[in-house]
């Protein structure tokens, strides 16, 4: 995944205060999923990833 994704992930995280737990769920993916994206030893594609960075975008935007 790329450096900057991992940013954006961690940062919306923070931003909003929430465990991996809790933000995992927030997402719609598993916890081990999460973990994997901020660790960089998982790599969302395709449709997941747009899904992603959309609502990372939103997150980060205060639209939560």
Do not use: C, H, Y
Request: charge should be positive; hydrophobic fraction near 40%; proline fraction near 3%.
């Amino acid at each position: 995944m790329s450096k900057e994704l991992v940013r954006k992930l961690k940062a919306a995280r923070e931003l909003v205060g929430e465990t991996q737990v809790v933000f995992a769920t927030r997402l719609g993916v598993p916890t081990r999923t999460l973990i994997g994206w901020e660790n960089d030893q998982r790599t969302p594609r395709g449709l997941a990833l747009e899904a992603l960075n959309a609502k990372l975008d939103a997150i980060l935007k205060g639209k939560k």
